[in-house]
C-alpha cells in the first residue's frame, strides 16, 4: 500500500499536478495532502483549510486515486468527511493527546471511513495502543497505523528516531492492524529516505506514505523532505519487498535448526546471568556484615570499561553492551538491598 502527495496542499495548482504525477507513476494507490498543519512555531504556513479539500476531491476526480488528509478537531473530521476524504490519519502530535483522540473518535462514531492512527511524538506504545482503543470504541472498524518515528533531542542522522522495536513490539500487539512506515518524517532528509524505506520493507511493513512535490526546494512545509514525482518513482521502483514467509523446505529446515541454537544459547545465558546475581546477593551480605554502601562507583566504571572494551571482538555494539550491562547493574542492586534490608 503506498501512500504519497505533498505534505501540505498549498496551491491548486501545486495540488494537481503534484497529485497528477503521483498517480501517472502507476505505483501509487492512495493520495495525501495536509491542509490544516500543525506547525511548531506560530507563523508558519497553517494549511490551507477547506480549500484543500476541494483539490483533493479534484485530484481524486482526475486520477480515480482515493485521498487522504489528517485530522486533529472534530470541525476537521466533520469537513474531511463532507468532501469525502477516503482516509483519515491522526497526526503524532494528536494521537499524544487523549483529549483530541477522544473528540475525534466521538466525531467518527457511525461512519465507515479508514483511519491510520500515527505514533505518538514520544516513545510511549501505551500511548499509541490507548488511541487506537478509543477509535474502536467509537465503532471505527477499517484502522491502520503509521509509524513516523520519535521525536529525538539534539542532532542524530534522522528528523525522528525510528525506534524500530516500537514499531515490532505494537505490530505484535494489534496484529489485525496493517501498519504502514512514514519515511519521510523519519528520515527528515531526502537523502535517507530510500535507506529508511527499504529498512520498513526488510521488516514487513505493509507499505509507505512518502511525500511528494514538484518543487520539494520551494515547498511551504517540510521542504528538505519531499521528493519530486519521478525521484519519488525511482524510490518505489528500487525497493525490494520481502515475502513474509515462504514453503520452501530448505528455509523452513535451516530456519528451525538455527532457531533451536538461539532457544539453547538464550537458555544457557539466563543461566548464567541468574548465577551472577546469585554472586551479587552475597556480596550484599558481606556488604551489609562489613557496613558498607552498595554502589561501589569506581567498581562498576572499572567493569564497564573492561566490557565495553571488548566490544570489537565480541561483535556487537559498544551502544548494546552498555545497554545490558546496565540492566545487569540495575537487578543486582535491587537484589543487594533486598539482602541489606533482610
Ligand atoms: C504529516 O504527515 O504531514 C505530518 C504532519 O506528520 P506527523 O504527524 O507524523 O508529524
Ligand atoms: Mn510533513
Redo the contacts with the bound molecule.
Keep these: 500500500m503506498i501512500i504519497a502527495g505533498p ?2 496542499a498549498e496551491t491548486r495548482e501545486q495540488t494537481l499536478e503534484t497529485c497528477r504525477r503521483v498517480a501517472a507513476t502507476g505505483l501509487v494507490h492512495i493520495l495525501r495532502a ?1 491542509v490544516w ?1 500543525p506547525r511548531t512555531k506560530p507563523g508558519s504556513f497553517e494549511g490551507v483549510g477547506m480549500k484543500g479539500l476541494v483539490w483533493m476531491n479534484e485530484a481524486r476526480q482526475e486520477t480515480g486515486l482515493p485521498f487522504g488528509v489528517e485530522v486533529a478537531t472534530p470541525k476537521h473530521v466533520e469537513a474531511a468527511l463532507e468532501f469525502g476524504a477516503d482516509v483519515l490519519w491522526v497526526g503524532a502530535r494528536t494521537t499524544g493527546n487523549p483529549f483530541s483522540v477522544q473528540d475525534i473518535a466521538d466525531a467518527l462514531r457511525g461512519t465507515d471511513v479508514t483511519v491510520l492512527v500515527k505514533n505518538p511524538m514520544n516513545p510511549d506504545i501505551d500511548l499509541w495502543a490507548g488511541a487506537v482503543a478509543r477509535l474502536q470504541n467509537a465503532g471505527v472498524r477499517k484502522l491502520g497505523l503509521i509509524h513516523r518515528g520519535f521525536s529525538a533531542y539534539g542532532v542524530s542522522r534522522y528528523r525522528n528516531n525510528p525506534m524500530w522495536h516500537l514499531a515490532i513490539e505494537m505490530r505484535s500487539r494489534m496484529p489485525e492492524l496493517p501498519m504502514i512506515c512514514d519515511p ?2 523519519i528520515a527528515g532528509k531526502r537523502e535517507y529516505l530510500r535507506e529508511v524505506a527499504q529498512k520498513g520493507a526488510d521488516l514487513n511493513f505493509d507499505g509507505l506514505i512518502i ?1 511528494s512535490h514538484i518543487c520539494p526546494a520551494q515547498a511551504l ?2 521542504a528538505a ?2 521528493v519530486t514525482p519521478d525521484d519519488l518513482e525511482t524510490l518505489l521502483r528500487s525497493i525490494v519487498w520481502r515475502q513474509s514467509t515462504t514453503d520452501n523446505p530448505e528455509y523452513k529446515d535451516q530456519l528451525s535448526a538455527l532457531r533451536r541454537q538461539i532457544d539453547q544459547i538464550d537458555a544457557e545465558t539466563f543461566e548464567l546471568l541468574s548465577k551472577r546475581m546469585r554472586v551479587a546477593e552475597q556480596i550484599g551480605r558481606v556488604k551489609r556484615q562489613n557496613n558498607v554502601a552498595i554502589l561501589q562507583g569506581g567498581r562498576w566504571n572499572s567493569i564497564v570499561e573492561k566490557v565495553v572494551a571488548q566490544a570489537p571482538q565480541l561483535g556487537v555494539s559498544e551502544e548494546f553492551l552498555k545497554t545490558v550491562l546496565e540492566a545487569i547493574h540495575l537487578e543486582s542492586i535491587n537484589l543487594q538491598n533486598k539482602v541489606m534490608n533482610e
Design positions: 505534505c501540505s495536509g498543519k519521510s518524517h511525500e512545509s517540510d523532505q519531499q
